[in-house]
């Protein structure tokens, strides 16, 4: 996304973007890149380091994904098949996380 902007590699085309406050995907590609892969790897870096405060970075990775795919949906006013499993493993993610730190989901 954000070394082709214009989305060929992914064959995403740039009428997904129509309505939106994007003209390409080079802002989105950063956002997604920035904010949702680096929590991501925060909460990889201290699972495996199996330090203090893993759950938190755990769940919010699952928090940051699912409300990634949920503004991506309202913003391009669609669901893919995609969108609803990659939703599903974030919230999933979030409940694992609050189970492991000891918490009842429920």
């Known amino acids: 996304m954000i ?3 214009n989305g060929g590699i992914l064959n995403l085309s740039l009428s997904l973007l129509v309505g939106t ?3 390409n ?3 989105p590609g950063i956002l997604l890149m920035t904010i949702v892969g680096c929590v991501n790897l925060l909460a990889l ?3 495996i380091r199996n330090k203090v405060g893993r759950y938190n970075w755990a769940m919010a ?3 940051v994904i ?3 795919i949920i503004v991506q949906m309202i913003l391009i006013n669609a ?3 995609l969108h609803i499993l990659y939703l599903g493993i974030g919230i999933f993610t979030t409940l694992l996380a609050y189970q492991l730190k000891g918490k ?3």
């Open 61 to 63: 990775g699952g928090i």
């Open 21 to 23: 406050p994007f003209k």
């Open 104 to 106: 009842w989901a429920v």
């Open 45 to 47: 870096y201290f699972n």
């Open 66 to 68: 699912s409300g990634w």
């Open 3 to 5: 070394t082709n902007p």
């Open 25 to 27: 995907f080079l802002i």
């Open 79 to 81: 669901a893919h098949w």
